[in-house]
């Protein structure tokens, strides 16, 4: 599949959305840039991307418009964005929770083709001096793909991401949600607790922290602004929480009767293990909402989508997914 | 200083015990090493070490006896050995907690000189395949110094720490085990619970699961019978439990309430922080028990042992400590 966008436009150039610049043009798409802040607009436009003075400006004539601002400015900035999009633009954003966008663009942008996005990239630095075009390789992407969601516009979304080197996710906010809470809010909460509580036992503790405190809690290294959006308003964290307080709880009452963490180190070895070793097969599926959603279900993602006139919306998609024999 | 013991022992040639015969043959010290298990002992010979066929013939002449074996073991391992320690010796071991050994040398050996040691290096790998000569580069290594601890032969194995590269850090065993529960015993509980509960949401968190997943998990990749030997018997590890659950459970509710975890967010990232940036300045003292203690208890660490005829005891200790101004 060639280019699906011709203009993209990209508001907020931190790490997330100048990288994206940087990937956009590297991928053929002429790209727009806009920041509200004028230092990072400066030193974007410093590096050699064309900058907006204003959204409006930015998002005239886009095809492709990118919502990369942190979650807290998303609904403000698309209240300001929504009537300067044109007609038949495609609009995506990159927020970690996907159904707060979903609430916001029904309510401030509901004419716009939404397909809700998020790439799982980006490491503790920010800011678009953390930018480079490679941050998305083999990343996974969630795409939302809602009953209310223009599949055309997901498949040239999904195009891209692929062209991007990233790994479209079919799904939709609230499974992307669940799964987030797990896979990225507990692992938060847990590194912030592990950080503070493993330092709490006295200065003797700063000299012996060695490589599990280090690796468990690397992620607290993260502005804790970001983490809050990452977690805050997600009831599924509370779920994810409470589970893992469970099996705390259970670890430390065995301990205190003498027992042992040994069921809990079996039972995590094997989750951590069997994900690593986890094989994957190849599938191939039309451009059917349906099929997409179970693939993304299943643990799967699309690897390209490629033109088959004999098919379904005349696409079809190859992807990988989860062996049958795997886990 | 030079090498300060002349022939050393090594029980276990697993990867701590077969990174010291490395380390130790390559420091210039004779050494001889013994495993129960015949393909390790064979892999060692192989290698161009010799090997003892028994633990009395490895401990024939030896003036340091290292007991390596996985901590389960290192009672029967000393009750064995015992009785073959050349008199005037010094027993030293490697395991993570270290009261279980002082107990068990009082009971079963108290006639040797023990220095008990915990070197805070080593991977998920185990195994003398894992053996390496730079294990213990700049690794934090626990030496307890109890009331009933030989001063001279206290130092000697410092001296020897501080040669192979590693950071002597004086302290008591029952010091070394309350710190050690809360930088590997509670890193370790946490990051299995982790390994567990993230991936219970379904498949779709198989492919969502990225960098904060990867890191928080790492060290359930470490086979779970090791995690146990590190976490059981360990009742300050019950505490530090108790301490990360309490914070769990209070990010928990303050979700469930509609409110965020920044709180907790804040107060991580600051600890993570500070132990990175903690600055530390040297320090000069005499071979002194309270003063080597108070070190270890400061967050500090000995460098190097030096001769000074002018000292108690013959010898000065350099070392580091935290900055009076740092954290």
């Given at each position: 599949?060639?280019?699906?966008f011709?203009?993209?436009?990209?508001?907020?150039?931190?790490?997330?959305?100048?990288?994206?610049?940087?990937?956009?043009?590297?991928?053929?798409?002429?790209?727009?840039?806009?920041?509200?802040?004028?230092?990072?607009?400066?030193?974007?436009?410093?590096?050699?991307?064309?900058?907006?003075?204003?959204d409006?400006?930015?998002?005239?004539?886009?095809?492709?418009?990118?919502?990369?601002?942190?979650?807290?400015?998303?609904?403000?900035?698309l209240?300001?964005?929504?009537?300067?999009?044109?007609?038949?633009?495609?609009?995506?954003?990159?927020?970690?929770?996907?159904?707060?966008?979903?609430?916001?663009?029904?309510?401030?942008?509901?004419?716009?083709?939404?397909?809700?996005?998020?790439?799982?990239?980006?490491?503790?630095?920010?800011?678009?001096?953390?930018?480079?075009?490679?941050?998305?390789?083999?990343?996974?992407?969630?795409?939302?793909?809602e009953?209310?969601?223009?599949?055309?516009?997901?498949?040239?979304?999904?195009?891209l991401?692929?062209?991007?080197?990233?790994?479209?996710?079919?799904?939709?906010?609230?499974?992307?949600?669940?799964?987030?809470?797990?896979?990225?809010?507990?692992?938060?909460?847990?590194?912030?607790?592990?950080?503070?509580?493993?330092?709490?036992?006295?200065?003797?503790?700063?000299?012996?922290?060695?490589?599990?405190?280090?690796?468990?809690?690397?992620?607290?290294?993260?502005?804790?602004?970001?983490v809050?959006?990452?977690?805050?308003?997600?009831?599924?964290?509370?779920?994810?929480?409470?589970?893992?307080?469970?099996?705390?709880?259970?670890?430390?009452?065995?301990?205190?009767?003498?027992?042992?963490?040994?069921?809990?180190?079996?039972?995590?070895?094997?989750?951590?293990?069997?994900?690593?070793?986890?094989?994957?097969?190849?599938?191939?599926?039309?451009?059917?909402?349906?099929q997409?959603?179970?693939?993304?279900?299943?643990?799967?993602?699309?690897?390209?989508?490629?033109?088959?006139?004999d098919?379904?919306?005349?696409?079809?998609?190859?992807?990988?997914?989860?062996?049958?024999?795997?886990?």
């Amino acid at each position: 599949m060639t280019v699906p966008f011709e203009r993209a436009a990209v508001l907020g150039l931190g790490q997330i959305g100048g990288s994206l610049l940087h990937a956009l043009r590297a991928g053929g798409v002429d790209t727009i840039g806009y920041d509200t802040d004028a230092d990072t607009a400066a030193a974007a436009s410093t590096a050699g991307f064309t900058v907006a003075p204003d959204d409006a400006a930015a998002l005239r004539d886009a095809d492709l418009v990118v919502l990369a601002m942190p979650l807290p400015q998303v609904i403000d900035a698309l209240r300001s964005a929504a009537p300067h999009i044109a007609t038949g633009a495609v609009l995506t954003d990159v927020g970690t929770l996907k159904s707060p966008v979903r609430d916001a663009v029904r309510k401030h942008a509901p004419q716009t083709m939404f397909v809700g996005g998020h790439p799982l990239a980006g490491v503790e630095e920010t800011g678009w001096a953390a930018a480079t075009p490679d941050l998305f390789r083999d990343a996974p992407w969630a795409l939302t793909l809602e009953d209310d969601t223009d599949l055309d516009a997901w498949l040239r979304v999904a195009a891209l991401v692929c062209d991007l080197g990233a790994r479209p996710v079919p799904t939709t906010a609230a499974d992307q949600d669940a799964a987030v809470a797990r896979v990225i809010g507990l692992p938060h909460v847990l590194a912030e607790a592990l950080a503070l509580t493993g330092l709490h036992g006295g200065p003797l503790g700063l000299s012996l922290a060695a490589g599990s405190y280090r690796s468990g809690s690397r992620v607290a290294r993260t502005r804790p602004e970001l983490v809050s959006t990452w977690c805050d308003g997600n009831p599924a964290l509370v779920d994810a929480l409470d589970d893992a307080i469970a099996r705390l709880a259970q670890a430390r009452d065995a301990l205190a009767a003498a027992g042992s963490v040994l069921p809990l180190a079996r039972a995590g070895h094997r989750a951590r293990i069997e994900w690593e070793q986890r094989r994957v097969e190849p599938v191939q599926i039309d451009g059917d909402a349906d099929q997409l959603r179970a693939l993304g279900r299943q643990g799967g993602w699309v690897t390209a989508v490629v033109p088959a006139p004999d098919a379904e919306r005349g696409v079809r998609l190859l992807g990988r997914r989860p062996a049958a024999s795997a886990g």
